[in-house]
Structures are given as C-alpha cells and as structure tokens.
C-alpha cells in the first residue's frame, strides 16, 4: 500500500489514525449524549452540534496562521495533540447538575482549538512530502491512503463507544433502550401526560419498578447512561497518546518536510527551495480554491448530517434489532474477517501473483472466512444494536473501497480518460445527492418528526435503507474528500499552504453550521421534504462546479 511513497506518510497516516479513532469514538455518541443527559430536543442538540463542528473545521485557520508564520507544522501539530487530550479528559468527567453543561461546551472547545492546530498543518506536512518530484506524481494516490487511514481509526469508534456503553450499563442490571430517555426526562420534569407507556418499557429493565418507584428509575438510568457515555468520551484520551508517541516517535521519516516558506528563507541552506510567484499567479489560484471552498461547504452540510439527522432516523425509525444474516453487517469483528478472506481470495486468483503469494492467500482466505463463520455461528435470532453502529459502515466502506477507487483512476489514467480533480468533485458531488434520494424513498408514508414528540415511531423501517446511503455518500466522499484535499495541496501558493489547508477546513465549518440550521427544520418539515432539500442543494453544488469546470482545470495544470 505504501510501496513508492515516502516513510512519511505512514507516520502522518498513524498518527492521524489514532487522534480520528478518539474523535470518531466522540463523535458517534455526543448527540445521544447530550439528550440523555440533558433532555434537549432536536433543534438545541443540532446548534451544540453544528457550533463545535463549525468550531473544528474552521479553528485550522487560526492554526495554519499559526504554523505558516510562527511555529512550523510539526510543533504545531504536537501542540494540538496536547490541548486535544486535555479536551477529552474535560468531557469524560461525569459530573451532575446544571452546571456541567458548560463544562461540557469548555471541553468541545478545547478540542476544538486543539484540532484546529493539528488537522490542517498535519495534511500540509503530508503535502510538503509530494514537492518532491520523485512523488509528486502520487500525490492523489497519497492523500486517498491518508484518508483511509483516517477511516481504519473511525471504523472501530462505534464499535468501542457502544461496548463501553453497554459495560457500564450492564453493570448496572441495564441495556440500552432508545425509548426512555426523552419518557423520562419528561416525567421529571412533569411533561408527560401518561406514565403507563413508560412504565411497561422500565418494567422490561427492573420488573420491581412499580408507578411509584418510576421517578427513581428514570432519574437512575439517565445518570447510569450518561455514566457510559463519559467513559466513551475518555477512550479518545488513550488513542491521543499513542498518535503523541507516534508523531514524536518517528520524526525523522518526516523532518526534512517540516518546513514553511518562511523557515526555509531564513535557512541558508534551504533558500533556493523557497518558490515565488507573482502577485497575478497567486490570485488566480486562491480565485479557484475559493470556489471548490463555496461548493464542498453543501457537501459537508449534507454528509455530516449522519451525526445528527441520520442517527435521529437510525434511532426513531429504524428497527433496532435484527436477524442473524442481517447482524453481519453490524458485528465489526465479523465484517471485518469477511472482507479480509474477500481479500485473501483476490490474491488467490490475481494471475500476476507468485505462488507464495497465492498460497498465503489461500491461507487469510480459510482463516478468515473459518472465524467469521465461528463469529455468525454465535448470533442470536434476533440481534439489538444501538443507533450509533450505523456510524462504522461509512469508515468501513472508505476502507473496503479505497482501493477500488483507486483501480478505476489508475485504469482510466492509462487510457488517459481519468477526470480532473474538479471534475471529480462535481460527480461526488452528484452521487451525494443519490445517496438522499434514497431516504426519500425510505421515509415516504412516516410519520413527521413533529407528531412523534421526540418518541420513536410505531412503523420502522429496515437497516439496509441507512446502509445503502451510506455506501452512496462513501463513494462520493472518496471523489470529493481526499481529491479535494489533494486539489489544494498542489494548488495552494507556497506561503500559504499550512493557511489553504484551514480554509479546506474552514469550508468544512460553514457547511457544519448549515447542518444545525438543517437540524432545525428536522421537527418542522416531513421527512421526503427535509431529504429532498439535502438532494436540491446538492444537485445545484454540482452543476455549479461543472460550470466552473474550465477555469478550476487551468489553476490545477498551472
């Protein structure tokens, strides 16, 4: 995988790893956390949400600032690291009363700005490697892999939030319903107008629950659960430390990278290496990041609402329990083997490989495949899982699927027929919309978020509806996300790369604070309408970027 790439990557690509394995892990349970915790309904979760992710896409400004003028990436990033774990230590403290609420917004904004030092000036050191002409011509390929590592780390956040979940409810004689916190947060606070229904699902944990002992019980589970939730929080503390020793560790692979325009020009050695351009050159090219920056802010408004909008869906209108064929898709540790025997077989009946090759193949096949079919032999009839597991099939599939996109770019650039960066970007941009269309589908004949009252849905639909949006809005990542970040690390003027970078991000921001706004419209519109405006705003980011498609090509071959 990392054959023909610098040593670098493999750092950056680790050390990113760890830190979005802890952000993922967060990032899978914060909303179910603060209305459990706190009783908030949809449109007041949606604005938290969207304002730390506004916060941590658009803070790597300030740290590309930070890093083109005064520390350098490398120290920059170590910074962050730091101010990030200080972040999580913040947020994993289990404290009660109203007044934890504010610590809860001081820990997401440490995190925040601790991101915002590390994120941006991490993928420019990963940019600096490629400057090099013995690798520039892969620097496509480079940030894909980067991106998929990414992704191994947040491929088994979900896995490890929901086990720590279940950990510390289990110790408490409980298992996760979905039903009950928004039922009890209204009976404590004497909004409910009929305890029965509650009754029968608190009955289901503690059969001596009886109506008097119900506030208790509510009162109970809401703390025991939330309990879990903060020790989800401080798994992101542990992954922290290992990307600290891994960046640190391994510097040398990257060192003669990590260096800014500035240093260089201060460096007698390294002044020849400081490029210039003319004033002319370097506006047309911040002309044409600023417009793939205007289209990919849609893309984040509508991909990111799988933290807020979609785990609403996942968790008031889809079954929340199932089969044992169905279950493989939701057990991790049986996903995973069943894939790594697919790959396994790959090599088995690739005709360019050895023998040996073949045979070690043959080898991960049977293995594999032998403990995934132990692992299904396991299952029950009926399997529950809790709604943020739908958070590891985009991961997974970005694993899964990397090398197969890469296969079609590598297959079409022979034929001398791959599409531009840009162009790329616009069809991701297109399958996004796709990815809507089919909760259109899904949600036709449910009810409003309105009428439920933040209860869940009598009628609830199958998993494989969020799976199959989730596999569309994957593939579109993968032609927009690493492409993109790609586009402005060889378009970037050399000044301003550690600053571009923020401004990727910082674009990621504004579509973050537009997925609050959509959050808002949640318990005002149906559900074919909300997803419908996700698919119209898209369409039109598409056609935008193909309009654009001519001037966009010129600054990418300059």
């Known amino acids: 995988m990392f054959k023909g790439h610098p040593r670098g990557l493999i750092i950056a690509s680790l050390a990113n790893m760890g830190e979005r394995f802890g952000f993922y892990t967060m990032y899978a349970i914060f909303v179910l956390f603060i209305q459990a915790k706190y009783g908030f309904d949809s449109a007041k979760s949606g604005i938290i949400w969207s304002g730390f992710l506004f916060s941590v896409y658009f803070l790597p400004l300030i740290g590309g600032i930070i890093a083109d003028r005064l520390l350098g990436y490398g120290r920059t990033v170590t910074i962050g690291i730091v101010i990030m774990f200080i972040g999580y230590v913040l947020l994993a403290m289990p404290l009660r009363g109203d007044t934890s609420i504010w610590l809860v917004i001081t820990a997401l904004f440490t995190i925040a700005f601790g991101t915002g030092l590390f994120k941006g000036n991490l993928q420019a050191l990963v940019g600096n490697l490629y400057d090099d002409p013995a690798f520039s011509a892969k620097r496509d390929e480079a940030f894909t892999i980067f991106y998929m590592c990414i992704n191994i780390g947040a491929m088994f956040a979900p896995t490890a939030a929901e086990a720590v979940n279940n950990f510390i ?30 009754l029968i699902i608190a009955q289901l944990q503690d059969p001596s629950v009886t109506l008097d002992s119900l506030r208790a019980f509510a009162d109970n589970y809401i703390n025991i659960l939330s309990k879990s939730y903060h020790y989800g929080f401080g798994v992101a503390c542990l992954s922290l430390i290992i990307s600290s020793i891994i960046f640190l560790g391994f510097k040398k692979y990257y060192k003669h990278a990590d260096f800014t325009e500035k240093q260089k020009a201060a460096h007698t050695q390294m002044k020849h290496q400081v490029v210039e351009m003319s004033a002319d050159e370097v506006r047309k090219r911040l002309i044409a990041l600023l417009l793939v920056f205007f289209v990919v802010i849609f893309f984040w408004m509508s991909f990111h609402q799988n ?27 049986t996903l995973l083997p069943i894939f790594l025997s697919v790959v396994g077989l790959v090599f088995v009946f690739r005709k360019s490989s050895p023998i040996k090759t073949r045979l070690i193949g ?18 029950k009839d009926v399997n ?65 978020p309105k009428s439920l009252g933040g209860t869940v849905s009598s009628t609830l639909v199958s998993p494989y509806w969020l799976i199959s949006t989730y ?88």
């Open 362 to 379: 043959f080898i991960v096949f049977v293995g594999f495949a032998l403990f995934a079919f132990y692992r299904y032999s396991q299952f």
């Open 169 to 198: 409810l289990g110790g408490a004689g409980y298992t996760y319903d979905a039903r009950i916190p928004a039922l009890a947060h209204k009976l404590l606070t004497d909004k409910l107008a009929n305890a029965d229904e509650l």
């Open 307 to 333: 933290g807020l909008t979609m785990t609403y869906f996942a968790r008031d209108y889809t079954q929340p329990s199932v089969g044992k064929i169905t279950n493989l898709w939701f057990d991790l540790f």
């Open 471 to 558: 596999l569309i809005l994957t593939v579109a990542e993968l032609f927009l996300s690493p492409i993109g970040i790609s586009f402005v690390s060889k378009v970037s003027p050399p000044k301003y790369k550690g600053l571009m970078q923020g401004g990727w991000l910082a674009a990621t921001s504004a579509g973050n604070i537009l997925v609050g706004v959509m959050g808002v419209f949640w318990d005002k519109v149906s559900l074919p309408l909300f997803w419908a405006i996700l698919v119209i705003c898209c369409l039109l980011s598409a056609t935008f970027i193909f309009i654009m498609l001519k001037r966009l090509e010129r600054a990418t071959n300059t």
């Open 384 to 448: 529950p899982f809790t709604p943020q597991k739908f958070q590891h099939f985009n991961p997974f599939f970005i694993v899964a699927l990397t090398f197969i996109i890469l296969g079609i770019f590598s297959w079409l650039r022979n034929k001398g027929k791959e599409p531009s960066s840009p162009k790329k970007i616009g069809i991701g941009m297109t399958l996004t919309a796709v990815g809507f269309i089919v909760l259109i589908f899904a949600s036709l004949g449910l009810p409003s």
